[in-house]
């Protein structure tokens, strides 16, 4: 639902979210969003996106008011849309501030992206601002609105943000919450897996990983032989055609995970990508992990999933490095050594902070209470 012909209500706290483009910034957003609505329910969150990202069918649909502004893409190259830029960030600000005026916002969280930085630029000087990093290195967007904000929160230390405070990252209460082994068993059925085999869930975003796709896909065979299940979700515009041994665990291919918690309850280990989210998803629920960076950006995939592999909670495979042959030698072994993945488990949940939501829902109610 947008808002564009609501009248707002005054009352109590109007807490404005930033965070467009990615689950990666979406979740962090009504993750906190959530933590607001516990602590105080008579705030009013509400949530800025572009009708290009992924917020236009998350946030509606956990309930949250989305209000549209124009996109401001950055190119990462020089192109004749950089030109355009000035102009786009300009129509930008002007309806974000229009947006902050009509709900009469007391405060603006932002999580980086490019719906951010309008709102950054749109609340300097008008609305107190708080920024909250999740990855190892900091963008730009943030960058920009560390240098005005009231408060700075970063997941991890170091992350390029001066004087942020460390926090992890807002999860989920279905995440941050979730007893693995309580629901085991609806999960495995619920997915069609084999009730009692080792597991590994493999997922590459909500988009899939070719990469992640051929190599785990090239092993089915191994995994059958060795007694593993598979549950891979790879992506919607992708297909994966596996042939199953007859005797074998299950290996079940589905387009995408509507259910992540169960998902996570279904699985023994997972291999996915380490973006910021998922690494600290794996770290709370603890589930060992094969982190396989994508290797694009400035490398902060791997910085992410760093801490947990130091730990003894997770592997690191470049995805050059990802093939049939690599996933046989190091991912079918750990999949059928219990007591190895019991130990993972174990320090993938040292890594954790299942609190970050209600800390970082403190921070910007004490904000707007100063």
Do not use: W
């Not at 209000?67 to 974000?96: A, F, G, H, N, Q």
């Not at 509507?258 to 589930?287: K, Q």
């Amino acid at each position: 639902m947008t808002g564009q012909d609501r009248v707002p209500q005054r009352g109590g706290p109007c807490v404005v979210v930033a965070g467009g483009g990615t689950a990666g910034h979406i979740e962090p957003a009504l993750a906190l969003a959530d933590a607001v609505m516990r602590l105080r329910p008579d705030a009013r969150v509400i949530a800025l996106g572009t009708e290009r990202g992924l917020e236009s069918k998350l946030v509606p649909a956990r309930g949250y008011q989305l209000e549209l502004i124009p996109p401001v893409p950055m190119p990462r190259k020089p192109t004749p849309d950089l030109l355009k830029l000035p102009l786009k960030v300009r129509d930008s600000v002007r309806r974000t501030r229009e947006i902050l005026d009509q709900y009469h916002a007391d405060v603006v969280v932002g999580f980086g992206g490019y719906v951010s930085l309008p709102a950054y630029l749109a609340a300097r000087g008008r609305v107190p601002i708080v920024v909250h990093e999740a990855n190892a290195k900091a963008g730009l967007a943030n960058k920009v609105g560390a240098k005005f904000a009231a408060r700075v929160a970063a997941a991890v230390p170091d992350s390029g943000l001066a004087d942020a405070e460390i926090i992890g990252i807002p999860l989920r209460q279905s995440i941050t919450g979730l007893n693995r082994m309580a629901l085991r068993a609806q999960a495995r059925q619920y997915f069609g897996l084999h009730p009692h085999a080792p597991t590994l869930l493999v997922f590459g975003g909500s988009q899939g990983a070719q990469s992640l796709n051929k190599a785990v896909s090239g092993a089915a065979s191994a995994f059958a032989s060795a007694g593993i299940g598979v549950l891979h979700a790879h992506g919607p515009k992708n297909t994966l055609a596996v042939q199953s041994m007859a005797g074998g665990p299950a290996y079940v291919p589905v387009p995408y995970l509507e259910r992540m918690d169960l998902a996570y309850a279904a699985a023994d280990a997972v291999l996915c990508r380490s973006g910021a989210m998922t690494v600290a998803e794996v770290s709370a629920v603890g589930l060992p992990a094969v982190f396989v960076p994508l290797p694009i950006g400035n490398g902060e995939q791997a910085l992410n999933a760093g801490p947990v592999v130091s730990a003894g909670g997770g592997l690191m495979i470049m995805d050059a490095d990802l093939t049939p042959e690599r996933v046989v030698r190091d991912v079918v072994p750990l999949m059928a050594d219990r007591a190895r993945l019991a130990a993972m488990s174990n320090a993938t949940l040292g890594t954790g902070r299942r609190e970050a939501d209600e800390v970082l829902a403190r921070m910007v109610l004490e904000v707007i209470n100063k």
